[in-house]
T-cell receptor, first 108, second 115 residues
Framework: AQRVTQPEKLLSVFKGAPVELKCNYS??????LFWYVQYSRQRLQLLLR??SRESIKGFTADLNKGETSFHLKKPFAQEEDSAMYYC??????????FGTGTRLQVFP | DTGVSQDPRHKITKRGQNVTFRCDPI?????LYWYRQTLGQGPEFLTY????????KSRLLSDRFSAERPKGSFSTLEIQRTEQGDSAMYLC?????????????FGPGTRLTVT
């Protein structure tokens, strides 16, 4: 079965603290993993994808096939990072399978 | 082109009524997707089109749901005989297949409330 698990509904940190949003997946083949973000009152938008191996807004994510994880990390959180973050998997068809999301709150 | 648009943004209907939502994708995008999102959940896939062909439908898409993309541009999602469990945010997304990026661009959603 194809599944994405985000174990934390809410993650609260202070500005400048490191952040790690967890994502684990279940998929038998070679998945393509994404992180999408939704800021308050805005639409869902792509943050980053594992194949590009890039850093966006200071965020990075590494695909660990052994642990079937794709955790999102940022060394120093900013208040503007406060948002809802969704991990998503693209399997053998073009649909995305999303996790339940983690709300990140960054306090000043 | 300002991105994917959806209409209406909000819809309140009584149980048993039919509703129809519209999605206009980014103009050059050949793939169009529908998702549903309920409170506390991530978006759940419903169906997607390449041009006018419906390529995949989720088991979530019961017989009361139908989606079309007649000319390969805009799409409509119709729900017949609405039930309270249909209350959700309905999201549309589009992408350009064949570029290798598979990025899906989302619309603002249509929030349906069934009373």
């Amino acid at each position: 079965a194809q599944r994405v698990t985000q174990p934390e509904k809410l993650l609260s940190v202070f500005k400048g603290a490191p952040v790690e949003l967890k994502c684990n997946y279940s998929y038998s083949g070679s998945p393509e993993l994404f992180w999408y973000v939704q800021y308050s009152r805005q639409r869902l938008q792509l943050l980053l994808r594992h194949i590009s191996r890039e850093s966006i807004k200071g965020f990075t994510a590494d695909l660990n096939k052994g642990e079937t994880s794709f955790h999102l990390k940022k060394p120093f959180a900013q208040e503007e990072d406060s948002a809802m973050y969704y991990c998503a998997l693209r399997g053998n068809t073009d649909k995305l399978i999303f996790g339940t999301g983690t709300r990140l709150q960054v306090f000043p | 082109d300002t991105g994917v648009s959806q209409d209406p943004r909000h819809k309140i209907t009584k149980r048993g009524q039919n509703v129809t939502f519209r999605c206009d994708p980014i103009s050059e995008h050949n793939r169009l997707y529908w998702y549903r999102q309920t409170l506390g959940q991530g978006p759940e896939f419903l169906t997607y089109f390449q041009n006018e062909a419906q390529l995949e439908k989720s088991r979530l898409l019961s017989d009361r749901f139908s989606a079309e993309r007649p000319k390969g541009s805009f799409s409509t999602l119709e729900i017949q005989r609405t039930e309270q469990g249909d209350s959700a945010m309905y999201l549309c997304a589009s992408s350009l297949a064949g570029t290798g990026t598979y990025e899906q661009y989302f619309g603002p959603g249509t929030r349906l409330t069934v009373t």
